[in-house]
């Protein structure tokens, strides 16, 4: 089959994302695919520059913001006239962040009639937007740490969620543009930081607890995974720095609450309307209690990102993951195919 993975991007998780597109590009190689690796930023990449991607990694900080997605601009033609890129018979979205995984890119691609793999527009607009997922979240039973939107006076936080809070962008990932604010002194300067987000900023209660997250797949959820990280929250670099995160598959916990958290992240999927594959990640308190963050429409995929792991628990390594979740998007579109002609 021919595949053009589709990576890069101008979010500031583009180092995230073309680590995650050199890797499925091999792995996708691996078993016996056509395949090219596309930046939405720059075109195709070579066989050196995917290799330099794959030695490398991700870097201790985000890049710097400059880059222009020119499939997010409109010009489709950047990517369906390419010789090598355009004429796939699959496009399998490696994208994290931003316009790549917020509903933008999967509307414009789903006009030229490919099959492209993971979540589609409505899906992806729901779980990247922290707000509104969240409100479904409580609206649907499942507990979510409570949370005020905007510039909150210090009184409000107070009042309703005390310290400390966990200052973020409502449409962030990676845990990037993250903050824990401890008490009424950080909370000043943590505010003025947030104004250079450049988006809706949600301030959300703190749970103290283990974390936790269960990757979904076809329909079923994985094993549980536990992270433990350095840092007081699993950061941007907690996530990509070796040794700053431990990363338990299967997670050391009795089967009552691995079971709680993977029916859970099944219902999550579904509330979201995601397709094919998500992760979901939460949090367990010292009552036991199991609180949602947030679901990933496109979680990392380097073979020791955390859906690859759960997926390895299960006994699935990376290059069939990998192909797994290609076959998913082929079965989809064949299906969307017979429903349009009345099959």
């Not at 070579?46 to 499939?71: I, N, S, Y």
């Not at 998500?278 to 947030?294: I, K, M, Q, T």
Request: hydrophobic share 45%.
């Amino acid at each position: 089959m021919r595949i053009t993975v589709v990576t890069g991007g101008e979010s500031d998780e583009r180092d995230v994302s073309l680590a995650s597109g050199c890797q499925v590009a091999a792995a996708l190689r691996a078993r016996g695919h056509d395949v090219v690796a596309f930046d939405t930023v720059r075109g195709v990449l070579t066989a050196a520059e995917e290799a330099h991607v794959r030695q490398h990694g991700v870097g201790r900080t985000p890049p710097a913001p400059g880059a222009r997605d020119r499939l997010l601009a409109g010009d489709l033609a950047f990517l369906r006239n390419d010789p090598d890129a355009g004429s796939a018979d699959l496009w399998f979205l490696a994208l994290h962040g931003g316009g790549g995984e917020d509903g933008r890119l999967q509307a414009l691609l789903g006009t030229l009639g490919i099959p492209v793999t993971g979540s589609g527009m409505v899906g992806c607009a729901l779980a990247m937007d922290k707000e509104i997922s969240k409100r479904l979240f409580r609206d649907a039973g499942i507990a979510t740490p409570d949370w005020l939107m905007g510039e909150p006076s210090m009184a409000e936080v107070e009042e309703r969620l005390g310290w400390p809070v966990v200052v973020k962008a409502a449409c962030g990932g990676s845990s990037l543009r993250l903050e824990l604010v401890h008490g009424p002194d950080e909370w000043p300067g943590a505010v003025e930081r947030s104004r250079s987000f450049g988006d809706r900023v949600i301030v959300e209660g703190f749970v103290r607890g283990r974390e936790f997250t269960v990757g979904v797949l076809d329909g079923e959820a994985l094993p549980v995974g536990e992270i433990v990280p350095e840092n007081e929250l699993f950061d941007y670099e907690c996530k990509y720095q070796p040794g700053m995160a431990a990363e338990i598959f299967p997670a050391d916990i009795d089967g009552h609450l691995s079971e709680r958290m993977r029916r859970l992240a099944l219902r999550v999927h579904d509330l979201l309307r995601l397709e094919d594959y998500s992760r979901v990640d939460f949090l367990v308190d010292d009552a036991g209690e199991v609180w949602c963050l947030e679901a990933n429409t496109l979680p990392g995929m380097t073979a020791n990102s955390l859906l690859p792991r759960a997926a390895r628990a299960a006994g699935i390594e990376f290059p069939e993951l990998c192909d797994r979740i290609a076959s998913l998007a082929l079965a989809r579109a064949a299906r969307n195919l017979d429903s349009d002609a009345g099959v």
